[in-house]
């Protein structure tokens, strides 16, 4: 019996041996870390990186800058649409040049530049949100996610249509107002004012129940694809002469979105001589019309009672001579009140970028720099800060 067992204890030990030698070898934190590696290089980008090279001159350094990373903005972002989806990225690029494009860039560096008193060159990486942008490909492609729920850009898009009696003309041949507004439009909307494409999914979209009732839903469909909120339905009606003394007559009605044509805001265009045809008293009218709206961008919302309450991004780019200055100003913008959230950007030797996020207006955090002695240049792209010399 003891000759028997000698050899199982053996082999026993050597079986515990061979696997206290593997644990040693193999720990199971390692296995773990392993699959964590194999996860995290699994993990889906969060921004499309674009270098781009540009150049700008103007009157002085700093607009001739200005100029140049908002070319670079736009000429990246068309390259990051040729990165998602080469076959839709002049059509994607067409529907949303004409907005501010702030919202889908994260952040951007710059890691070359050239300074001369009148013009600005540089290498500039731009980051765009990876999700905003494949959202933009896919209202292209007729497939719309959750994070299209809310449109976005401060264009303001116009769906022109002619009142015929009863009939409607939106993208009908006949409509000789919408074309007249879409080049007044360009010509004075200074890429603030889109007009549709007017394609068969604007068609779709756009049907005379929908144009009646200003209808919501729908509307909001066509400004994702558009990438604003701001929509305006201008309906223009003309009233021929009763007598050869009487002028021509346009009457244009403007409503927002949910108002039925009842409810429309009614502007009165006369002929200013009996040879004013049809086709001039249209561009002046609509030359008015555009002004108006240019001016008025807000009012046409798809969600004005919401826009006061809505979080909203600032950038603001410090710029210094010395570490000593950057500290100094660093302080000055973590000691602004009323900010959600704030987020260091981009760093180089003489500038920083960061994006506050706020409610409400910007005011008081433009009087808060002030207050602490801080020179703002600010404009539509970011806000430019430093201390005075």
């Not at 976005?152 to 898009?157: A, H, N, P, R, V």
């Not at 004012?193 to 839903?217: H, N």
Request: a neutral charge.
């Amino acid at each position: 019996m003891q000759r028997f067992c000698q050899p199982n204890i053996t082999l026993l030990v050597r079986f515990f041996l061979i696997l206290l030698l593997g644990l040693l070898l193999h720990p199971a934190g390692s296995v773990a870390q392993t699959s964590m590696d194999l996860v995290e290089e699994k993990k889906a980008p969060t921004t499309v990186d674009v270098m781009v090279t540009v150049s700008s001159s103007g009157k002085t350094v700093e607009e001739a800058r200005k100029k140049a990373i908002l070319a670079g903005e736009r000429q990246a972002f068309y390259k990051a649409l040729v990165m998602l989806s080469k076959d839709k990225a002049r059509d994607i690029y067409r529907s949303v040049r004409n907005n501010n494009l702030d919202r889908y860039v994260q952040s951007f560096t710059v890691t070359r530049e050239v300074e001369k008193p009148d013009a600005f060159e540089a290498d500039i990486v731009y980051r765009f949100h990876h999700n905003l942008m494949d959202g933009l490909v896919a209202v292209q492609y007729g497939m719309l996610g959750q994070d299209l729920s809310t449109p976005e850009g401060d264009g303001l898009l116009i769906i022109s249509v002619l009142r015929n009696d009863d009939v409607l003309l939106t993208f009908q041949e006949g409509n000789q107002w919408r074309s007249i507004m879409n080049n007044v439009a360009l010509e004075v909307g200074q890429g603030l004012l889109i007009t549709p494409f007017g394609d068969p999914r604007d068609m779709a979209l756009l049907s005379d129940e929908v144009l009646i009732a200003a209808e919501k839903e729908s509307l909001m469909k066509v400004a994702r694809r558009y990438g604003t909120r701001n929509i305006v339905i201008v309906t223009a009606r003309v009233i021929e002469p009763q007598k050869t003394t009487n002028p021509l007559v346009v009457e244009v009605g403007l409503r927002k979105v949910g108002e039925s044509s009842k409810n429309e805001r009614i502007v009165r265009f006369k002929a200013l001589s009996p040879d004013e045809t049809h086709d001039v008293l249209f561009s002046r009218a609509a030359r008015e019309i555009c002004l108006q709206l240019r001016a008025s961008l807000k009012d046409y919302s798809l969600f004005a009672d919401e826009d006061a309450e809505k979080i909203k991004p600032l950038v603001i780019r410090a710029e210094f001579r010395s570490g000593r200055q950057w500290r100094t100003i660093q302080k000055m913008l973590l000691n602004i009140e009323g900010v959600e959230s704030k987020a260091l950007r981009a760093l180089s030797p003489d500038f920083a970028q960061m994006t506050m996020m706020y409610r409400g207006t910007s005011d008081p955090i433009k009087q808060s720099l002030l207050a602490q002695g801080l020179e703002v240049n600010d404009s539509k792209e970011y806000w430019v800060v430093r201390l005075p010399e």
